[in-house]
């Protein structure tokens, strides 16, 4: 069987979707198993292995950036599917697949994004971050109990690169607590 050039951009798209999501899972799942203590104190959060033993904690699981990644995830699977059963029923037209195909390849390149601009944050010493790239605009939520203007232009200016955006559509809001 020989394929033409749209059916193997298809595959192409499919498969790297599926490699996309599979290591967004992977690194999800990963960081969910590393096990946060709560300073009770100060309301800290450190790795348990840091923890000095006169410090009293509770283990944590979950918090909002560990949620919205698995949310995120759970959403673009479905939309993912959705796309490739499109694209797989043989009574969709043409354009229809074509369409599902390149809506397929709009999601592999924002969770791409994503998932850059994320590591560069994390590299720069932040402990979390969340990047959302809409079609028109990116959303960077920070951990961060406060910021100085030169650390804001600095995030502004890597998540920017990473996302092919310019500052005025980048919007950054922190949190203080995962």
């Known amino acids: 069987m020989v394929m033409g050039?749209?059916?193997?951009?298809?595959?192409?798209?499919v498969g790297i979707l599926t490699v996309v999501l599979?290591?967004?899972?992977?690194?999800?799942?990963?960081?969910?198993?590393?096990?946060?203590a709560v300073n009770q104190v100060a309301g800290d959060f450190t790795p348990v292995e840091g923890i000095q033993?006169?410090?009293?904690?509770?283990?944590?699981?979950?918090?909002?950036?560990?949620?919205?990644?698995?949310?995120?995830?759970?959403?673009?699977?479905?939309q993912v599917e959705m796309l490739q059963d499109v694209i797989k029923n043989s009574g969709s037209d043409a354009?229809?697949?074509d369409a599902a195909g390149m809506r397929l390849v709009d999601i592999t390149a924002a969770m791409e994004k994503e998932l850059k601009a994320e590591n560069l944050i994390k590299a720069e010493g932040y402990q979390e971050?969340?990047?959302m790239?809409?079609?028109?605009s990116t959303t960077i939520v920070l951990q961060s109990p406060t910021m100085q203007?030169?650390?804001?232009?600095?995030?502004?200016?890597?998540?920017?690169?990473?996302?092919n955006s310019s500052p005025d559509k980048l919007s950054l809001v922190t949190r203080g607590q995962p």
């Open 5 to 13: 050039k749209k059916e193997l951009l298809r595959v192409l798209v």
């Open 22 to 36: 599979l290591l967004g899972t992977i690194s999800t799942m990963r960081h969910l198993q590393q096990p946060v």
């Open 53 to 78: 033993a006169e410090t009293t904690t509770n283990v944590v699981s979950g918090g909002f950036f560990n949620e919205y990644r698995l949310n995120r995830d759970r959403l673009r699977s479905k």
């Open 95 to 97: 354009k229809t697949r």
């Open 129 to 131: 971050c969340v990047i």
């Open 133 to 136: 790239v809409q079609a028109d």
């Open 149 to 163: 203007p030169q650390q804001v232009k600095r995030v502004k200016e890597l998540v920017g690169q990473a996302v």
